[in-house]
């Protein structure tokens, strides 16, 4: 069984930094896609930045040039480093995973405020 677990969450200012870790159990190298989502209070779960198999990355819009993913094979990790975070910024991130299967972390709060 697949485990995605994040880490690096919390309170940030506007502006400010913060990276968020996923170690999967197991090597990383088997996954199709990984990938970070966050889910805003209210709002639908929405993609944020992926690597492909092919390792190709990808940001959603609102995001670009300020988030950053990035793997560790050795560690079966990714990261996703977020700069100039935003007040809109704040929601729960979810780690994911595919294979033939999708797979998803627990999710963790950040919260930017003032």
């Known amino acids: 069984q697949v485990q995605l677990v994040e880490s690096g969450g919390g309170l940030a200012q506007p502006g400010g930094s913060l990276t968020l870790s996923c170690v999967a159990s197991?090597?990383?190298?088997?996954?199709?896609?990984m990938a970070w989502y966050r889910q805003a209070p209210g709002k639908e779960r929405e993609w944020v930045a992926s690597?492909?198999?092919?390792?190709?990355?990808a940001y959603a819009d609102s995001v670009k040039g300020r988030f950053t993913i990035s793997r560790d094979n050795a560690k079966n990790t990714i990261y996703l480093v977020m700069n100039s975070l935003e007040r809109q910024d704040t929601a729960v991130y979810y780690c994911?995973?595919?294979?033939?299967?999708?797979?998803w972390g627990q999710g963790i709060q950040v919260t930017v405020s003032s």
């Open positions: 197991g090597s990383i190298f088997r996954f199709n896609v």
């Open positions: 994911y995973a595919r294979t033939a299967r999708t797979y």
């Open positions: 690597f492909s198999s092919v390792g190709g990355r």
